[in-house]
């Protein structure tokens, strides 16, 4: 099959063995397991899944290649296709009998954040995740704070999961190749959460207010939400800036912003 890559799909079609196999190496999958793979394109990774004996659920907006996959993989009865949007599609509907779901997938650049937090919707049935992103993507979800590139996504995917960068992927290693470079991102969404929240839209509003103006100290980007007495009341300094903030500190601004009347 040609297939021409469709802009509006943001379609980079992975091709290169050595970067797949360090893929498959990384994932330590084992034979039975549930996987999710998003996006397979033209197969470049679902075929080698499939040799590893997993049972395998792909997810594809392109019908068209919902069609090439169809015809490629028609003998394979471990595989079932969807041809679905990922960013609607009810994942927690594919984990039988409370297992646990292990997802991988090539995420188009333009959806990558919001699929991620949809995806952390159904966390309760999801082992871990396994993502190539735009490395930008990806410095910024594993950031510890007082990195520049520590914001909102750090906070907020560091919330719901542990975060590790396995290694960066060049352009040339897809067809066509992007003007970015890309990595892999481990995603292991937390048995229970690092810190204690009250209310997760108070806790989004508090560091999207922070972060809405990084070179603001919180006494000043945050004073609509908070005065400085009550900042220093929880033994946080006002005169910092929100990239110095632990998400510990955040839960502790967000907590008490719940409280107040």
């Known amino acids: 099959m040609t297939h021409t890559p469709r802009k509006r799909f943001g379609q980079n079609f992975l091709h290169d063995y050595n970067i797949i196999y360090s893929i498959l190496s990384s994932l ?76 991988i997938g090539n995420l188009p650049y333009n959806i990558s954040t919001p699929l991620m937090f949809h995806l952390l919707d159904n966390a309760s049935c999801i ?54 470079m890309s990595a892999i991102v481990r995603l292991v969404p937390h048995k229970q959460p690092p810190v204690k929240i009250k209310d997760l839209e108070m806790l989004n509003r508090v560091v999207t207010q922070a972060f809405s103006q990084r070179r603001k100290t919180l006494r000043n980007a945050l004073k609509k939400l908070i005065d400085e007495e009550a900042i220093i009341a929880l033994d946080i300094d006002p005169a910092l800036r929100a990239e110095a903030l632990s998400l510990n500190d955040f839960a502790k601004l967000s907590n008490l912003l719940q409280e107040l009347p």
Not at 58 to 67: G, M, P, W
Not at 144 to 155: D, R
């Open 127 to 180: 082992e871990d995740m396994h993502f190539m992103l735009q490395k930008e993507v990806v410095d910024r979800i594993c950031a510890a704070p007082g990195n520049k590139k520590y914001g909102k996504l750090s906070v907020m995917m560091q919330y719901y999961c542990a975060t590790e960068l396995l290694f960066d992927v060049p352009p040339e290693s897809f067809d066509p190749a992007p003007k970015v």
């Open 28 to 103: 330590q999958a084992k034979p039975g397991e549930h996987w999710v793979e998003i996006g397979p394109g033209l197969g470049a990774l679902t075929g080698p899944l499939l040799k590893l004996g997993l049972c395998l659920d792909v997810i594809e907006l392109d019908r068209d290649l919902v069609t090439f996959l169809e015809d490629k993989f028609r003998q394979q009865d471990r595989l079932q296709i969807h041809s679905a949007d990922a960013l609607k599609f009810d994942f927690s509907a594919l984990a039988e009998n409370n297992e646990k779901l292990r997802i």
